[in-house]
């Protein structure tokens, strides 16, 4: 899988920020052209402290049958984030080492989704935004909890919603995913509306709170950091 689109790589907050403004514009809030066949979790996990722009990053992306929810492939990197924190400009310490996993696919999936926010970001640009707009692919953000905004608590069984609004801005959706468990936060990254976004993750949770996608995403990430961290 190959990335459509590129940037150079701030180093200060100032240039993530701008880069931040120049590619806001270019994201999609569609409906996808068609049901598909292929999806991708995507999720990271730190080795060690977290904050340093030196902190070891793992990266894992688990490709699965949209329809059976049976994995397909599966693809790890590790490397260094390069940025430090910084609230709002996450997405530059996880993306890079996400791409490379996803550079290791030989399939291509046909939606990815990201531990983390898209369009319910302070800019409108979370980490499922940016890396829809670089891959070209279609792409949303599910995360434990909203970011920002407003939001009633949705009903109790499953598929029950309620809209996030900020600034009376629509930004995400909380899902319930499960009946009686805490729900989920779908946001748009790219490519993609939010009902389809908030359909497919919860076709994709059959089981458990977290679509499988993120849920095998998740653990795969976490046994690349024990594989670097070695033993305890």
């Known amino acids: ?3 459509q689109r590129e940037h150079p790589w701030p180093a200060t907050e100032a240039e993530a920020l701008a880069v931040q403004a120049e ?3 270019l994201v999609r809030a569609v409906p996808l052209p068609r049901p598909p066949r292929l999806i991708a979790g995507l999720d990271v996990a730190y080795v060690g402290a977290h904050g340093s722009a030196d902190d070891e990053v793992a990266a894992a992306v688990v490709v699965l049958d949209a329809a059976t929810l049976e994995p397909v492939e599966r ?3 590790v490397g260094t984030a390069g940025f430090p ?3 709002g400009l996450f997405a530059f310490r996880e993306l890079p080492v996400l791409i490379r996993a996803l550079e290791r696919l030989t399939t291509a999936p046909d939606v990815l989704l990201c531990d983390g926010q898209g369009l319910a970001h302070p800019r409108r640009f979370g980490l499922a935004c940016h890396l829809g707009v670089l891959t070209g692919v279609p792409t949303l953000g599910v995360a434990k909890t909203p970011l920002l905004g407003e939001w009633t608590e949705p009903g109790p069984e499953r598929g029950a919603t309620a809209d996030v609004r900020d600034s009376g801005e629509l930004v995400a959706r909380v899902l319930r995913t499960q009946t009686g468990v805490k729900p989920v936060t779908v946001s748009v990254g790219h490519l993609i509306d939010l009902d389809g976004a ?3 993750v919860l076709a994709a949770a059959p089981r458990y709170r977290l679509p499988e996608t993120i849920r095998l995403a998740d653990r795969l ?3 690349a950091v024990a594989a ?5």
């Open 1 to 3: 899988m190959r990335l």
């Open 23 to 25: 590619l806001r514009p």
């Open 75 to 77: 693809a790890t990197a």
């Open 85 to 87: 924190y910084v609230p």
């Open 198 to 200: 908030t359909e497919l």
């Open 221 to 223: 990430c976490r046994d």
């Open 228 to 232: 670097v961290a070695g033993p305890a």
